[in-house]
């Protein structure tokens, strides 16, 4: 494509029209944002407690609270004035006839034995849940669990037919296509009755979700020059967190998980506006053969970046040769040493980022606190994050910054837990700090994914190593829930360390700032050797200058 780089130099690979297209182009990330982590929210755990038979007759008839009919109805937990979430006296108040007499139910309680809920919950009435309305709860709250599972394997399966649909019929299609089913599907889980529909409904929106997320960020890039695609990462991460400090103030106005998901949803349909307003990608349409169509962005681009196309523009595309490239295939990340230790690294680097950044979000709705106020705080903590990875990325260098980020979110991790409860503002901003730190290396580990592989394998080597990602947000809600109920703090230990051994081994890999794309397998292989000849030839052009002043002021 060496002569449409040079077409797109012509027409200004970093004007006002890639400001523009970058703007409208990442607005999809706010949405993208209620869907990864709107779960926080819908899928609220609220405080419950065990129906029993004739509980409302004590409202009724004898007047009490719903505070004194727990007292009466349910066994004291094990923290001081706490209640059983999943047991309940073995008492049917409806039987009894004096039931309003507290004499007489102090004595049934003391002859009561204690039984697991029969199937029945009474939850906190402010905020309705899907845990809330379909009882998921006790020995069903590992279903709760699957409303993030089945959206992160859509993610998974999306990544590779998406891939190919936006590579077949062109980014732009696949944008407005995704996006509209993003929305058809976000209605659909407001609508439905049922939990299983439910569940199928968010593996489609996690299809579409996955298709719209990775079409609309290459077709944003392919606009831009490659020196400036970083600016890319960066405003797509700071409108991904304009959506993250927006969503606790819709969940907090939205009481019902319904109203809240309708509201994440119908922005969708305006992004049918698309079809009119954004471009397809020149670079798809020239690789397609569409010159014509290309062209047509191309002097429009230039038109808007007040730039005048060469007169001999028709002669620059058919000069383009057709070359045999060689097909790779899945194998060929493993075939040769420092591709298949590039692929195995960054594999676990992406498993980890999302196992970690999606574990202390999610973790936000377990930790006892208000809710929307920590998870507010946290998103605006997070604002920064992009501004951070442009300005650091270049300057400390791609392994060096995922090294440093990642330990200092270990750390984090692992401190939090040995802090006093009673130092709770110590336990949050350290807290915070680990997770502004994950979302610097997330970033980090994404844009420097597609720089260790060479031109063949970049592609194929992207979508392999990301996929882990999706495979660690399959495992994330499994892994905070389940080891949470063996300690709360449990799961910061793990990410603690799963973080500390992730900054130990992206040390080995190559840093590629400052370094040339490698085009090929060896060029990749022989990195570091290259590495060391640019240094030498830089040592010895700084001696022999050295040499060359001090005779100068001799």
């Given amino acids: 494509m060496a002569n449409v780089d040079e077409l797109m130099k012509h027409t200004g690979d970093f004007g006002p029209f890639q400001k523009k297209i970058v703007i409208i182009g990442s607005l999809p990330l706010i949405l993208f944002a209620f869907v990864f982590v709107g779960v926080v929210f819908l899928g609220h755990t609220p405080d419950h407690w065990c129906w029993t038979p004739g509980s409302e007759q004590l409202l009724q008839e004898c007047g009490w609270t719903e505070v004194k009919v727990q007292e009466v109805t349910v066994p004291h937990g094990e923290k001081a004035g706490s209640f059983s979430r999943c047991e309940r006296f073995a008492v049917n108040w409806s039987k009894s006839q004096n039931k309003c007499d507290e004499v007489e139910w102090e004595l049934s309680l003391n002859e009561s034995q204690v039984v697991l809920c029969d199937g029945r919950w009474i939850f906190d009435k402010s905020y309705r849940t899907t845990v809330s309305e379909f009882s998921l709860v006790c020995e069903k709250a590992w279903l709760a669990d699957l409303n993030q599972v089945f959206l992160a394997f859509g993610f998974f399966i999306g990544?590779?037919?998406?891939?190919?649909?936006?590579?077949r019929f062109g980014r732009k299609p696949c944008v407005i296509a995704s996006m509209l089913g993003l929305g058809i599907t976000g209605v659909g889980i407001m609508l439905s009755p049922w939990y299983p529909l439910l569940l199928l409904l968010r593996f489609l929106q996690g299809f579409c979700g996955k298709g719209a997320w990775t079409a609309t960020y290459v077709l944003v890039v392919e606009f831009?020059?490659?020196?400036?695609?970083?600016?890319v990462s960066m405003v797509s991460r700071i409108f991904y967190s304009v959506g993250m400090v927006i969503l606790p103030g819709l969940a907090y106005f939205l009481v019902s998980w319904r109203n809240l998901q309708l509201a994440m949803s119908l922005p969708c349909f305006l992004f049918i506006l698309y079809y009119w307003i954004v471009p397809e990608s020149p670079r798809w349409l020239f690789s397609q053969g569409k010159n014509r169509?290309?062209?047509k962005v191309a002097s429009n681009m230039a038109k808007c970046n007040n730039r005048v196309l060469p007169h001999n523009l028709q002669e620059m595309i058919p000069l383009e040769e057709k070359k045999e490239v060689p097909s790779v295939s899945f194998k060929d990340l493993f075939r040769t040493p420092n591709i298949r230790k590039n692929t195995l690294i960054l594999t676990y680097a992406w498993f980890t980022s999302t196992v970690v950044f999606q574990g202390l979000v999610l973790r936000l709705g377990i930790t006892g606190g208000n809710l929307f106020l920590d998870f507010f705080i946290s998103a605006v903590v997070e604002l920064p994050t992009g501004l951070i990875f442009y300005l650091l990325v270049d300057r400390v260098g791609?392994?060096?910054?995922?090294?440093?980020?990642?330990?200092?979110?270990?750390?984090?991790?692992?401190v939090?837990?040995?802090?006093?409860?009673?130092?709770?503002?110590?336990r949050k901003s350290v807290a915070i700090i680990g997770r502004l730190a994950v979302a610097i290396?997330?970033?980090?580990?994404?844009f420097a994914n597609t720089e260790m592989y060479p031109t063949p394998l970049r592609n194929v080597g992207l979508s392999v190593c990301s996929s882990a990602s999706d495979i660690g947000a399959i495992a994330s809600p499994f892994l905070l829930y389940r080891l949470a109920n063996i300690w709360k703090e449990l799961p910061l230990i793990l990410y603690g360390v799963m973080s500390v051994l992730y900054s130990a081994l992206v040390t080995l890999l190559p840093e590629m700032s400052g370094v040339s794309l490698p085009e090929t397998i060896e060029d990749v292989e022989n990195l570091k050797r290259k590495r060391d000849k640019s240094k030498d030839k830089t040592g010895q052009r700084t001696e022999a200058e050295l040499k060359n002043n001090s005779s100068v002021i001799l």
């Fill in 398 to 414: 791609r392994r060096s910054l995922m090294a440093i980020t990642n330990f200092t979110a270990g750390i984090a991790c692992l």
């Fill in 159 to 167: 990544a590779f037919v998406t891939g190919y649909v936006a590579d």
């Fill in 441 to 446: 290396g997330f970033e980090t580990v994404n």
């Fill in 293 to 295: 169509e290309a062209i």
């Fill in 224 to 231: 831009f020059g490659a020196e400036n695609r970083k600016f």
């Fill in 416 to 426: 939090v837990p040995f802090v006093s409860t009673n130092l709770s503002w110590l």
